[in-house]
């Protein structure tokens, strides 16, 4: 499975993006799909996850609220709406697949997912 994220850009403080994680292999549908990112001289942390048919999410309580993350599976895509952007948010996101086929679990480790993305810059300016 190939993961390729999308959507990144420079975006003042209040404003929206969307990301895309699109995927190669019909498996990809049936596996948990998370975000993460990493911020300039920091590690790398959760930001949401969704199971593999889309009923179930969880987030990081930093972006709560203002993210949302959904997928289609029919186009083999997982998104990530950013809503209400600050500064804070400024970083490189990753998305991620676990592929444990069919899993009820939202998995928030990095090592819990198996393929990952190279990453979009999200740069917010205040």
């Known amino acids: 499975v190939q993961l390729q994220a999308s959507g990144g850009g420079l975006v003042q403080a209040g404003g929206s993006l969307r990301l895309s994680c699109a995927a190669s292999g019909s498996t990809f549908r049936s596996y948990a799909v998370g975000w993460f990112r990493q911020a300039p001289g920091k590690e790398r942390e959760f930001v949401a996850t969704?199971?593999?048919?889309?009923?179930?999410?969880y987030y990081a309580d930093s972006v709560k609220g203002r993210f949302t993350i959904s997928r289609d599976n029919a186009e083999n895509t997982v998104y990530l709406q950013m809503n209400s952007l600050i500064p804070e948010d400024t970083a490189v996101y990753y998305c991620a697949a676990d592929r444990v086929r069919f899993t009820t679990s939202l998995p928030v480790r990095e090592y819990e997912y198996d393929y990952w993305g190279q990453g979009t810059l999200v740069t917010v300016s205040s």
């Open positions: 969704i199971n593999w048919r889309g009923g179930n999410t």
